[in-house]
C-alpha cells in the first residue's frame, strides 16, 4: 500500500504522515523491544501494515551527523571520549576536538560523530542527551566498565535503581550508560543509542521522524526507537523521563542536509515541522540554531 516512488527515489527517502498511528518501520525490520521496556502492543504492530499506507514522498531531509557536547576542557575530554570509542581526534584546537572513527568518511551513517566545544558554564543538572555504549557479552561489559573508570569515568546513580546496565559519567560529569549485551545493538559499532529524555516520545518522533530521513523503528507513550535509512550505526532512542528541561543542553544533535538542498529552504520545512527559534544572537554562525518542539536545541549544519 506504498504510494507511487518517484524514479530515482528511495523508499528510504519517504517520510510518514502519521494519522492515528506512530508505529511505523518501512524498512520491514518490525518493532524492537527497548532495554526492559514493555515493547509495542500486538495492537500496535498490526497497525503496521495500516501505516503503510500512509507513506508519501518528501523532496529533502537531513541526517543526524553527531552530538555536540560542552566541555571544560575539550582536548580533555576529547582524549577521554577517543580512548572510551576506540575513535580518532579528526581536528582540535583550543575552543573544538572533533571525533570519528578511524578511517571515517565523514558523514557517513554507520557513525554520528562527537564534536566537544570549550564553554565556561558549569554542568548542573542531568544531561537530557546521552550516549548509550554497547557490549558483546557480560564479560565484556564488566570490562569496559573496569577501563572507562582507569580512563577517569566513575559510577552514576540517577534514580536508575537495579538495572543490568551501568551508568556511569566521564570526568566532567556527563552521563552516559554502558549496557548489559543486547542482540538489537551487536551491529552498532561502540555507541548503541544516543538517548533524549522527553515527556512525549510519540510527539518526539512525529517531528524527529520528518525532520530527518531517518526510520522510526517503534513508538509507545514510553519510548520511541530510530534508526538511520540505511539500518547501520546507533539508534536515536527518546525516553518519556519525568521532569521539565530547565537549562540550555550541554549536549544536543547536529543534524545536516543532503549535498545539493538549500540549506534555508530545509530551515523553513523544520519550522513548519514544529521547530522554533531560541532566542539567541546567531549572525555570527555559520550554521543555525533551532529548538525541537519540548526545547531541545538543535544544531542545521551546512550540507556536506
Not at 75 to 91: I, P
Not at 101 to 111: E, I, L, M, R
Not at 275 to 281: L, M, Q, S, V
Request: charged share 25%; glycine share 8%.
Amino acid at each position: 500500500m506504498l504510494t507511487d516512488v518517484a524514479p530515482g527515489l528511495s523508499r528510504s527517502r519517504v517520510r510518514v504522515a502519521y494519522g492515528g498511528h506512530d508505529l511505523v518501520t518501512p524498512s520491514g525490520e518490525g518493532a524492537r523491544p527497548l532495554r526492559g521496556r514493555t515493547r509495542s502492543t500486538p495492537r500496535e504492530n498490526a497497525a503496521l501494515t495500516r501505516v503503510t499506507a500512509a507513506l508519501t514522498i518528501f523532496g529533502m531531509a537531513t541526517r543526524l551527523v553527531q552530538i555536540n557536547m560542552k566541555a571544560h576542557d575539550a582536548s580533555a575530554l576529547g582524549r577521554f571520549w577517543a580512548e572510551a570509542l576506540g575513535w580518532a581526534v579528526d581536528s582540535e584546537d583550543p575552543f573544538c576536538t572533533s571525533l570519528v572513527p578511524v578511517g571515517f568518511a565523514y558523514p557517513d551513517p554507520a557513525a554520528v560523530c562527537i564534536d566537544l566545544i570549550t564553554r565556561p558554564e558549569p554542568k548542573t543538572v542531568k544531561n537530557r542527551v546521552h550516549v548509550d555504549l554497547a557490549t558483546t557479552s557480560a564479560a565484556h561489559q564488566v570490562e569496559l566498565v573496569a577501563r572507562l573508570k582507569e580512563l577517569g569515568a566513575t559510577t552514576a546513580d540517577v534514580g536508575q535503581g537495579d538495572v543490568p546496565w551501568t551508568v556511569m559519567a566521564d570526568p566532567e560529569g556527563n552521563e552516559f550508560c554502558v549496557l548489559d549485551p543486547r542482540p538489537l545493538y551487536q551491529d552498532t559499532g561502540p555507541i548503541a543509542a544516543v538517548v533524549v529524555d522527553c515527556t512525549d516520545p510519540r510527539a518526539m518522533a512525529r517531528f524527529w521522524g520528518e525532520a530527518m530521513d531517518w526510520t522510526v523503528h517503534e513508538v509507545t507513550d514510553d519510548h520511541a526507537v530510530m534508526r538511520s535509512a540505511t539500518a547501520v550505526g546507533p539508534y536515536l532512542e527518546f525516553i518519556r523521563t519525568p521532569g521539565p528541561k530547565t537549562v540550555w543542553n550541554r549536549v544536543h544533535l547536529d543534524i545536516c542536509p543532503y549535498p545539493g538542498d538549500d540549506p534555508a529552504a530545509e530551515e523553513s520545512r523544520l519550522r513548519t515541522l514544529g521547530a522554533t527559534d531560541p532566542g539567541i544572537d546567531q549572525s555570527d554562525l555559520h550554521w543555525t540554531v533551532l529548538v525541537d518542539p519540548e526545547g531541545n536545541e538543535f544544531c542545521l549544519l551546512s550540507p556536506r
